[in-house]
């Protein structure tokens, strides 16, 4: 057979490297995919050690845990009221004392009022009390200023916690 070449110099049936580039750009790509990184296992060391709360992000499990906070929370309370105001100015335990139900009060009728009452009236008694909170913060702070803040902190945590955990039922 004789073959005569194309005009482009080339013999039939052979390709240029131009009409190569062009072929594969038009041919969809094979892409091999990465072999995937090994996946980490849980070493034995790292099991929690305390298997009494429900596993992963169920209501369940968040709701021990804001359980478990907010008990936290109040025996810490307790604790500081007892230990930190009773013990070493018996006559300051009122005040802190006060605050503490005006907040958790006020907190109440913020979280759940709406639930029980109307949501208006629910809102304006959580502002009122809560501005009473704060007149009773303003009138001792003279006197326990710090045990002021920390009963109005950890009260207005421990009750937000119970109040969430509840919440979740």
């Known amino acids: 057979m004789n073959e005569e070449p194309d005009i482009d110099g080339s013999m039939p049936g052979e390709e240029s490297d131009e009409e190569r580039q062009a072929q594969r750009e038009s041919e969809p ?8 990184p090994p996946v980490p296992r849980a070493s034995p060391d790292s099991e929690p050690m305390f298997d009494n709360f429900s596993t992963g992000d169920s209501p ?7 359980s478990l906070i907010a008990g936290a929370g109040f025996t ?3 604790a500081y009221f007892y230990f930190f105001i009773y013990l070493v100015e018996p006559a300051m335990l009122q005040l802190p004392v006060f605050v503490t139900f005006l907040v958790a009060i006020s907190l109440w009728f913020y979280m759940r009022g709406a639930a029980r009452m109307d949501p208006v009236r ?4 959580a502002g009122v009390i809560g501005i009473l909170a704060l ?6 702070w003279d006197a326990a200023k710090q045990h002021l803040i ?3 902190l950890l009260s207005a945590f421990t009750t ?3 109040l969430k955990a509840s919440e979740l039922e």
Request: aromatic residues 14%; hydrophobic residues 60%.
């Open 29 to 36: 790509a094979v892409r091999r995919n990465a072999p995937a």
């Open 135 to 140: 007149i009773v913060l303003w009138q001792g």
């Open 150 to 152: 920390v009963s109005a």
């Open 76 to 78: 810490l309370l307790l």
């Open 160 to 162: 937000f916690c119970f």
């Open 60 to 66: 369940d499990a968040l709701r021990e845990k804001l």
């Open 122 to 125: 629910a809102n304006f008694f």
